[in-house]
């Protein structure tokens, strides 16, 4: 039997194995394909419940952890409350390795408002560096409850921010050395490693603002395999097709340059900090203008169709199939260009000389430290 790729499991074998949960009355949305967590009946409120690993970074993770998980609470119209971390570190890490971990998930849980009441740590045999898999806990109503196959045809996709965020923060933080040699000034890669933080991988205002606005249907959180995946995965959620015009795709400039030096499609790089919501086209203005008045760029990249049209996108050279990409471009690349690069050893913390100061813009806030922000243009 051949081994499994870097990254998520197959589709085809994951929604083999979902197919044998067994059923619960009170468990409204439960584990399936698209839907970003899962929501059980707690009487006059919902339990909004997910669980995330951090697995491609090093630097930052606890940041990383409770943001990634308390944007799928988001997308569900619920609010994240309570945060679950298992902490995993490899055999001769230290105590500053702890503190730093502990650190940001502190940092991350203080700027949401969010409580961190428990988990498990241990020093583990076997890794190469520290695994962080968080779980998020939130709150919502039968009111306020959105789920990606509330989607109907006609409506409007929106993204905000821009693609592959979290991707271009990654592979700045990570391999800032390698994009140097590629041809990618310093500057660029402090820039993109900034991204973490601004425009920043959390949309759990994003969607606050965009419910509180007027109707929305659907929310997903792109994550693994880029926007791309993200939207098939919310049309596939609700039985319908999508047409999207590339030429209202933002990929900001960092993101453009770093995935033209590597080789990377910027449509399947880790997509943490845009939101995807299905919306009617009645409620576009007043979505857009809200989001524009909290300072959270955002257009308006296509529209839902019925499912027997597919999936289809337009760009420079006409009309085409949405690329699906059976796993997340940064896996691909870090296999291509290393079998063994996952196994590398890195357990202290290090210099990265090609980013600038992080940790002041976890401490004092983006504004402070004087970081800023490049909308960009569209991808082509």
């Given amino acids: 039997m051949e081994p499994l790729k870097l990254g998520k499991l197959p589709q085809p074998l994951l929604q083999s194995l979902l197919s044998r949960v067994l059923p619960d009355p009170r468990v409204l949305v439960g584990p399936r394909l698209g839907e970003d967590a899962a929501v059980i009946s707690m009487g006059e409120k919902l339990l909004v419940a997910k669980t995330d690993p951090i697995t491609f970074a090093t630097e930052h993770i606890g940041w ?15 609010e994240p409350r309570w945060f679950l971390a298992t902490v995993l570190l ?41 695994i962080l898999a968080g779980f998020m806990l939130g709150e919502a ?4 409850l959105v789920t990606s196959s509330g989607a109907r045809e006609g409506d409007d996709i929106i993204v905000t921010k821009g693609i592959a965020i979290e991707g271009t923060a990654a592979l700045a933080l990570e391999h800032g050395p390698i994009l140097a040699a590629k041809g990618v000034s310093r500057d660029r890669v402090r820039r993109a490693a900034e991204y973490l933080f601004v425009p920043g991988i959390s949309v759990v205002n994003d969607a606050r603002v965009a419910r509180k606005a007027g109707p929305v249907h659907a929310m997903h959180d792109p994550t693994e395999g880029g926007l791309s995946t993200g939207l098939w995965e919310l049309a596939q959620a609700a039985g319908l097709g999508l047409e999207i015009d590339l030429a209202q795709v933002q990929v900001l400039p960092e993101t453009r340059e770093i995935c033209a030096r590597l080789g990377i499609d910027p449509l399947g790089l880790l997509a943490s900090g845009a939101l995807i919501l299905a919306s009617p086209p009645v409620s ?92 960009g243009g569209s991808f082509s």
């Fill in 64 to 78: 990383y952890a409770v943001q990634v998980n308390a944007n799928d609470i988001a997308m569900m119209g619920g």
């Fill in 90 to 130: 490899p055999e001769g890490a230290t105590a500053a390795v702890a503190e730093s971990i502990f650190g940001q998930i502190e940092s991350a849980c203080r700027s949401l408002g969010i409580a961190l009441v428990g988990g498990h740590t241990e020093v583990t045999q076997g890794l190469g560096r520290p």
């Fill in 141 to 144: 109503t039968p009111d306020t």
């Fill in 284 to 375: 576009r203005d007043a979505i857009l203008s809200a989001l524009a008045g909290a300072g959270i760029p955002a257009r308006v990249i296509g529209r839902l169709v019925a499912r027997e049209k597919g999936f289809r996108m337009v760009g420079p050279g006409g009309e085409r199939d949405l690329r699906l990409f059976p796993r997340d471009e940064l896996a691909r690349w870090l296999e291509e260009r290393s079998p063994d690069n996952n196994n590398r050893t890195r357990i202290e913390p290090r210099l990265n000389p090609y980013r600038t100061p992080i940790e002041q813009l976890l401490k004092h806030g983006c504004r402070e430290a004087g970081a800023a922000f490049d909308s």
